[in-house]
Structure formats: C-alpha cells, structure tokens
C-alpha cells in the first residue's frame, strides 16, 4: 500500500523545501507521489492503481499520497492546480509531473522510463 504522507513526513522522507530552495531528493529509492482527494472521481481511479505498483515495485519504488485537502500546503508548493497529479522522482534529477488520471500501463511506463532506465545507469 502507498504510504499517506503528511507534511513533516514529505520533509522527511521526500524534500526539506523549508531548509532548500533547489530540488534535493533524500529519499533512497525513486518515488512516485500521488496529490489527491476524496471528493475527486479520478483520483478513486488511480489510488487503486497506486496501491498495485506499490506491490509490483516494492524495494524498487516508493509510492506515497498526498491529500491536498489535508495538506495544502504541500499541494501549493507544487502548484497543483488539479487533481489527479502524480509527480515520478528519480533518485538522481528533476521530478516530473504528470496531471489527470493514467491508466497503469502508462503509469508503469512512465516508473520503467523516467525512475528504473535512470538508475540503471
């Protein structure tokens, strides 16, 4: 199951915005992060999906949610306009973020492509 992230575990665990202006990842694996809410149809849709790849990539890629109704402020330092966003972090450079619901082949390609190919390297 994807780990629901509350601001002081998003500084933690994904990046200390407070302390740095520059993107600084101190997560050990790749991340991928899921900015939803309960109210929104097509995030239900992806929170299943979320929770599956947690399972098929587990050690390779963590998956983590972020309730913007709970957690405004980490939905505006992302500026998330609209939800679903799901924002893929590689170990080694810039996050990316992708906006509307994916269905989970896109989803797996975008963890092989843009986290897995990465770290290969």
């Known amino acids: 199951m994807a780990e629901h992230l509350t601001k ?43 929770d599956e790849l947690s399972k098929e990539y587990a050690g390779k890629v963590n998956f983590y949610k972020v309730n913007t109704d709970e957690e ?5 330092v992302f500026g998330i306009r609209s939800i679903p966003s799901l924002l893929f972090i590689p170990k080694d450079g810039k996050p990316k973020m992708s906006v509307g619901a994916l269905p989970k082949e896109a989803m797996k390609r975008a963890v092989e492509e843009e986290l897995l190919t990465a770290t290969a390297n």
């Open 72 to 76: 405004q402020e980490l939905a505006s």
């Open 8 to 50: 002081q575990a998003f500084l933690d665990k994904v990046f200390d915005y407070e302390k740095n202006k520059e993107w600084n990842f101190t997560g050990e694996l790749p991340a991928v992060i899921d900015f939803w809410a309960p109210w929104c149809g097509p995030c239900r849709m992806v929170g299943p999906i979320i």
